[in-house]
Nanobody
Framework: QVQLVESGGGLVQIGGSLTLSCAASGSISSIYVMSWYRQAPGKQRELVASITRGGSTSYADSVKGRTTISRDNAKNTVYLEMNSLKSEDTAVYYC?????????WGQGTQVTVSS
């Protein structure tokens, strides 16, 4: 089992920055990719960014160029740094860690971008 706890969400102004954290505990040796998803009100959950165990990253087009996913292996933590935030970035952000046999989700953290 893997437990994920997100933090770092909050209210930020348009154009501002925010860094989310996802700390993992439990049996993480089988994890091979770690991702951030988000879900805005009335919309489907969408993939924002991923980082593999090998360090390869990928991003949704909507956040590319202003978002960085990174990890600290010593802390079992994955980060999502978001810059130049837009109102459309408002959503609940979830971390997702995938193992061979199943995926694990965090409880979500709210990000609200407002003028």
């Amino acid at each position: 089992q893997v437990q994920l706890v997100e933090s770092g969400g909050g209210l930020v102004q348009i154009g501002g920055s925010l860094t989310l954290s996802c700390a993992a505990s439990g049996s993480i040796s089988s994890i091979y990719v770690m991702s951030w998803y988000r879900q805005a009100p009335g919309k489907q959950r969408e993939l924002v960014a991923s980082i593999t165990r090998g360090g390869s990253t990928s991003y949704a087009d909507s956040v590319k160029g202003r978002t960085t996913i990174s990890r600290d292996n010593a802390k079992n933590t994955v980060y999502l740094e978001m810059n130049s935030l837009k109102s459309e970035d408002t959503a609940v952000y979830y971390c997702n860690w995938k193992a061979v046999i199943r995926a694990y989700w965090g409880q979500g953290t709210q990000v609200t971008v407002s003028s």
